[in-house]
DNA sequence: TTCGATGAGATGTGTAGACGTCTACATACT
DNA sequence: AGTATGTAGACGTCTACACATCTCATCGAA
């Protein structure tokens, strides 16, 4: 059952809402809370942790559009079903996921510079062609066989200091929210092709061998672009999961 | 400008903040609000509908994270930069999304049957082996060209009346819908493949050619799977479009 | 001129309560 | 037995208010 003396810091800059937000999950993923089950009602919540009952409601929003909870009019509230794949629809990057799954991860800097933009580039920066942009060319390996080859390119003008960055080491969005800008949603256009010269050459892999080829643009909650990449995957290593709601 | 003649319809049964929520969309929708521009204060909002702060707070919420608007703390609430592409996180089936633009689309039967569940598709559906389930087999053509090839499985137990809907015709969450159950999420696994004898034979190309094969599982709102789909992509004619959020 | 404090205005968080609607269940009536 | 009809409990919507926090422009002092 759940724990009647949850406590929560009311004094603290962390909203209640958020931390009933966590108390929830965390009862969840601990299997206090089992798949299936009613939580208490919305009054009883209210009442255990000391705060209004719209509190409650906030807390729990969130976790209805996560996918963790459901609510039935009139009957009350449930823990969801578990989804192995929960979480895939939130943006992560391919370092975080892999690393978290326990993989080795390898990142190889293949060309970092600056340059004006091609057409294509300049059409989803929303620039100027030739305007300069930032150009990050990488190969990434996973226990040492290499799946991706990544060409990034970033608006020159919005991030002049960023080959400086430890590009190597550091994900390109950590990079952009050391200088105060969020990633707030990307956009993503999924293909199969063949590889082609180059692409095989540095995945390994024959010329025509299946490619995942991804084309993805990033934007900032205001909707400005801040990053376009070309993404070659190998067929037979990459696996991309996507999870669609509504 | 915003009107200022707004009227929300209090007596009748929709919701003030969804009636909130369409109004400030259609503003959007037909260039009354442009992007970039700030809109008028929450209070103001409050003021014109008539409303609560709270109800007008509430009606936002989901256009922010539809991405239509952002919010600055401090600031205001500001109409987003137009992405074309908004809506492709939603759940749209292929049919609505070729036919939205305009695309002529064909649907042909290639199999119609019900049989025991095989390992894979027992264990995505959480079924136990050997239960029944319902297979629809189609091709997809877009302007008289084979894109598609489409493997579905559905529980039998859950919709035993299948079989004698129109499958040619309508799609299959329609018929879910028709039945009482509403699709709320599903998890879609990619990746770049060949093209084997019969696929490449009734996509009409070579063997080996590259086909973006996708795995799809469709879930109900409490977690319960109702759709398990094997599917063949031509590479060449089709493009996967995904949207991630924050 | 520059820097810092101040204050107005905007969003963020939270309360207490009212009333509506839906579901499930029990009770009473036919 | 079967069908209505309550009715309690749970979520859904909404209000009016209070105070916190953030941003930015402005004004005054160094």
Redesign the interface.
Known sequence: MMSNSTILNKSEGIPLYIQIRRTLREEINGQMLV?GQKLPSEDELAARFGVSRMTVRQGIADLI?E?LL?RRHGVGT?V????L?RD????TSFLESARQEGLEVAVHVLAAEVLPAKRKVALELKLEEGELVIRVKTLRFISGVPVTVHDAYIPYRQFPQLLQDDLQNRHLWDIYESYGFRV???????????ADEECAALLEVEE?F????KERTV?L????PVEFTYCY?R??R?????????
């Open positions: 798949p559009d996918g459901y449930f969801a079903l578990p989804h794949e895939h629809t939130r943006l707030k949603r990307a956009v993503q256009r999924l293909e199969a092709r063949e025509g299946p490619i995942l080829y934007y909650d205001n909707g400005t995957n067929g037979d990459y696996r991309l999961t996507v999870v669609l709601n509504r």
